[in-house]
């Protein structure tokens, strides 16, 4: 009789070691994905300050303001691509 109390222990100990395992999975993936989308963040950061950039050239080149040389050809180098 003695041996149904100690297979139940071991039991529960298993389903405790399946889902602490689980959890660190689960923690892992959740993990994956915030650095993940942490990257996204950083990539849509430089297109917006890239886009700002552009629409600041294209508006001094409208207005036909002078610029000064580093700004043309960075203006040249825009207009290239």
Do not use: F, H, Y
Not at 3 to 11: D, I, T
Not at 15 to 31: D, L, M, S, V, Y
Not at 35 to 58: C, F, H, M, N, P
Not at 61 to 74: C, D, F, I, N
């Amino acid at each position: 009789m003695p041996r149904k109390p100690l297979r139940g222990a071991c039991e529960a100990a298993e389903k405790a070691n399946r889902e602490a395992t689980n959890a660190r999975i689960a923690e892992q993936a959740a993990q994956a994905r915030l650095e993940s989308t942490a990257r996204e963040i950083d990539g849509a950061k430089a297109v917006t300050k890239e886009a700002a950039e552009l629409r600041r050239l294209l508006m001094v080149s409208q207005k036909g303001e002078k610029r000064s040389p580093a700004t043309a050809a960075k203006t040249a180098k825009v207009v290239e691509e």
